[in-house]
């Protein structure tokens, strides 16, 4: 069971990324995809998750500014990030739900400069 992530980097202010996360191993099916996130000296937080049907949620302060998404055929999630600011600077994990439980990514840096 592996889920690899890339796409993290470093981006002005007002910019954008793309992380990618791809999962592969006996784990199917995948229930929810999603991506939390670590800033130093927080506490890993929700980001936005999507359902196996599509359906997504997003923290209220990544709403309007990013998008999740995924695709059920490649076991991929991916999270558009656009208007990133410095708060968004942060460590961002790749999280999956299956039968028996979460499964993390290693975490792709996402750094905001201002």
């Known amino acids: 069971v592996q889920l690899v992530e890339s796409g993290g980097g470093l981006v002005q202010a007002g910019g954008s990324l793309r992380l990618s996360c791809a999962a592969s191993?006996?784990?199917?099916?995948?229930?929810?995809m999603g991506w939390y996130r670590q800033a130093p000296g927080n506490q890993r937080e929700l980001v936005a998750i999507i359902t196996r049907g599509g359906i997504p949620n997003y923290a209220d302060s990544v709403k309007g500014r990013f998008t999740i998404s995924r695709d059920n055929a490649k076991n991929t999630v991916h999270l558009q990030m656009n208007s990133l600011k410095p708060e968004d600077t942060a460590v961002y994990y790749c999280?999956?739900?299956?039968?028996?439980?979460?499964?993390w990514g290693q975490g792709t840096q996402v750094t905001v400069s201002s």
């Open positions: 999280y999956i739900h299956v039968q028996g439980g979460g499964l």
């Open positions: 191993g006996s784990i199917f099916p995948i229930n929810v």
